[in-house]
């Protein structure tokens, strides 16, 4: 084995440098404890960078910084895609936190006495790992795709940016979750478009309104936060259904969408001629379609059994078959608030806990 591929010994690796690693290593840092942040992007926040450019946050700036440093602006704005990047960049700097970006890790696996994680040249043994990411990696689209004649510009929301990528012509946004709906509304102005997909419902005021003052915290903060936990009887039943359907429009209302022109049509079930056809037989003659479908999870490289049919197992983050081995940023890990800033940190700062605790109980039993 080479300098390089000998195993680096390490307490806890971090994967991920977003907010959810971020909120990690600064619980990690207040604990004392020894880690290093892998992030696979050239620079921290770009996971923010890289998505489309009219994207801001659906959390109020009061509602958006990690803890320890307030996220700069207007309390009742709502940052902007970049700006958040910047903030996490600036959150990484004040802490010091120790990341290590342009590391993609390839694979983690148990060797018996801890886990070994390997990116590249580059391994670290580790007593702890914390898969800081959510389960939105690797962009899905439907295999008929690919059938789609060859003139007609395809993009998935994770390549889109603007409608300068777009040709004349008509657009069919597919998906009309949060995304799609976004993008349909914005790609109105200025081509025919089509947005196909099951309604997801839509939050019944506007949050950059004078009700969404009032409403958006109670929600953030009450529902989210303390209501809708894995440990209330309303939560538990409100989780699954949010795993398999995500959450409603927050943005976007229908009405915004009627007003812009954009037209609702079925779902899209296969190509008929180089053409969409719709699950009512139709085809549209289309010059561009954008595929708002989701992503797949991207964490087939955790070489380990701990995946049930659509998460992790875990609880609040903690996996009880693996020890050592932790997830945060998750949908849903603990509350509806656990994949929102505010809510992520909690979650961070329990599995910093449970990692300080572990290392107290393996010290104890080491005499």
């Excluded at 910047?86 to 936190?97: H, N, P, V």
């Excluded at 329990?350 to 572990?358: C, E, K, W």
């Excluded at 290392?359 to 080491?366: L, V």
Aim: aromatic share 8%; hydrophobic share 40%; with cysteine.
């Amino acid at each position: 084995m080479s300098d390089l591929r000998r195993p680096r010994r390490i307490e806890t690796v971090v994967v991920g440098g977003g907010q959810a690693g971020l909120s990690v290593g600064y619980h990690l840092a207040r604990r004392g404890l020894e880690f290093v942040i892998l992030d696979a992007h050239e620079r921290i926040g770009d996971a923010w960078r890289h998505r489309w450019d009219s994207l801001r946050l659906f959390t109020p700036a009061r509602y958006s910084g990690l803890a320890g440093m307030p996220f700069p602006g207007g309390r009742h704005t709502f940052p902007t895609k970049d700006e958040m990047a910047d903030y996490l960049e600036s959150y990484a700097a004040r802490f010091d936190l120790p990341v290590r970006t342009g590391v993609r890790v390839e694979r983690v696996w148990s060797n018996g006495n801890g886990y070994l994680v390997v990116a590249g040249d580059h391994v670290w043994e580790a007593d702890n790992v914390v898969v800081a990411m959510s389960t939105h990696q690797q962009p899905r689209r439907p295999p008929f795709a690919d059938r789609l004649d060859p003139a007609i510009v395809q993009l998935h929301s994770a390549d889109y940016r603007n409608p300068s990528q777009l040709r004349d012509g008509p657009v069919l946004v597919v998906g009309a979750a949060n995304s799609g709906a976004e993008i349909a509304l914005e790609a109105a102005d200025g081509h025919r478009t089509w947005l196909s997909g099951r309604h997801p419902g839509h939050v019944p005021f506007r949050i950059e309104g004078a009700a969404g003052r009032v409403l958006v915290p109670l929600v953030l903060r009450g529902l989210f936060h303390r209501v809708l936990t894995v440990r209330t009887p309303m939560g538990r039943r409100a989780r699954p259904k949010v795993l398999a359907n995500g959450w409603p429009l927050v943005r976007t209302k229908p009405k915004d969408l009627t007003a812009a022109g954009v037209e609702r049509v079925p779902r899209v079930e296969g190509v008929r001629e180089g053409l969409p056809l719709l699950a009512d037989g139709r085809t549209l003659e289309v010059a561009n379609v954008v595929w708002c479908t989701g992503f797949r999870a991207g964490l087939d490289w955790i070489d380990l059994p701990v995946f049930g049919k659509m998460e992790p197992r875990h609880y609040r983050g903690v996996v009880a078959s693996h020890p050592g081995l932790y997830f945060v940023g998750l949908l849903f890990l603990y509350a509806a608030s656990s994949e929102q800033i505010h809510g992520l940190d909690r979650d961070a700062a329990h599995v910093a806990g449970t990692i300080a605790a572990r290392r107290k109980e393996r010290s104890r039993a080491a005499g």
